[in-house]
């Protein structure tokens, strides 16, 4: 009986394969311990369904193991879809609030989220993004110019105009 396999993980640089290859390089790189990111599977009745990977790279982030940090940043910087994007997208935005980040890394973070406001790229995850860059800091001058018209990028300004008035109080 031939299994059929469901693979929610993407294609190519996300699929499961070189998400965990470049999990390892990291992990080199940072001479750190290895973490088993082996994605969740589920067998039944003749199908195989692997879940996506990124699940526990998320956990990863949540322990502390900076070579997942640096897969969940590439993560938010990729404009690719992918099954269950937007919550998996929103969940890596929420636990990289919680975890150590370089200034580089922060840098890209607010790059990434001020240039898809710029752009009037507002995706369902955007919130957490913008949560993300409150918790990580900003400054005014990095929020730029936005198009005009539609409500949520100017609500978006809008909030970090504000928050950016409430970093500055003491």
Request: hydrophobic share 40%; charged share 35%; net charge positive.
């Amino acid at each position: 009986m031939i299994m059929e396999v469901i693979d929610y993980n993407g294609n190519g640089k996300w699929s499961c394969e070189e998400i965990l290859a470049r999990y390892e390089l990291y992990a080199a790189k940072l001479q750190i311990s290895r973490r088993d990111l082996t994605p969740d599977e589920h067998s039944e009745r003749g199908r195989r369904w692997i879940y996506p990977v990124m699940h526990k790279v998320i956990e990863g982030i949540e322990a502390g193991d900076a070579a997942c940090v640096r897969l969940g940043i590439e993560f938010i910087e990729e404009d690719a879809k992918f099954v269950f994007g937007k919550s998996l997208k929103a969940k890596t935005a929420r636990v990289l609030r919680r975890a150590k980040l370089s200034e580089d890394q922060k840098w890209r973070i607010r790059r990434r989220v001020f240039g898809m406001l710029q752009a009037g790229h507002i995706p369902h995850e955007y919130r957490d993004y913008a949560k993300l860059v409150r918790s990580i800091g900003f400054e005014l001058k990095d929020v730029g110019d936005v198009p005009a018209g539609d409500r949520y990028v100017k609500a978006f300004h809008d909030y970090f105009v504000t928050a950016v008035g409430k970093l500055r109080r003491p």
